[in-house]
């Protein structure tokens, strides 16, 4: 479950413009700022999952994705 989001909450797609329903969860931190326990949560539709994971790859931040049911409690 995403931290601070009401169970059964509408979870839409971090992409700008994009209203379309979550479905995956892109996991992400910036080397220079956070520490290895730190991880941030953009959500993607299925279409802008691959977009998403790529914008911050390119960038050099560790990334990995997963199923919104199955980010870590850890992770926000």
């Known amino acids: ?18 209203r379309q329903p979550a479905t ?3 996991l992400w931190r910036n080397p220079r ?8 949560v953009w959500l993607a539709c299925d279409e802008h999952e691959s977009v ?6 390119v960038r050099g931040f560790p990334v990995s994705t997963c ?5 870590p409690d850890d992770a926000g």
Do not use: Q
């Open 33 to 40: 700022i956070h520490d290895e326990s730190r991880r941030k």
């Open 52 to 57: 998403l994971h790529d914008h911050l790859a």
């Open 67 to 71: 199923a919104v049911d199955e980010i």
């Open 1 to 18: 479950m995403i931290p601070d989001v009401e169970p059964g909450a509408d979870l839409v797609c971090s992409r700008k413009a994009c």
């Open 24 to 26: 995956r969860a892109v």
